[in-house]
């Protein structure tokens, strides 16, 4: 954990502070496998999620189903599996989170 937030020091991603709570329960629940903070992995990343839904009251319920769901064709053809091995409760932490982001 330490060296991802260090890492996200040292490129200057701005991190809310429930980031750091949010990093270990992405890192248990394989998120990082396709995603990072600040670039683009497999999926998009999790600060541009944040950037294109800023301001749309609907978007945290959307992304959660997302997750929980699977899809393709909001970021591109590379599909998204389901996560319904996640919890709703980690989900709903992990949008939050990443909707937070600056």
Do not use: R
Request: one cysteine or more; proline letters at 6%; hydrophobic letters at 50%.
């Amino acid at each position: 954990m330490k060296k991802i937030l260090l890492a996200a020091v040292v490129s200057g991603v701005m991190i809310a502070p429930a980031m750091a709570d949010i990093v270990p329960m992405a890192q248990k629940d394989g998120c990082f496998a396709c995603h990072s903070i600040d670039h683009k992995v497999v999926g998009p990343a999790w600060k541009d999620v944040a950037k294109k839904y800023k301001g749309d009251k609907s978007a945290e319920a959307k992304l959660i189903a997302k997750v929980k769901a699977g899809g393709v064709g909001v970021w591109g053809q590379v599909p998204m599996p389901p996560n319904s091995q996640v919890s709703d409760a980690d989900v709903k932490t992990l949008v939050k989170g990443i909707l937070a982001l600056k």
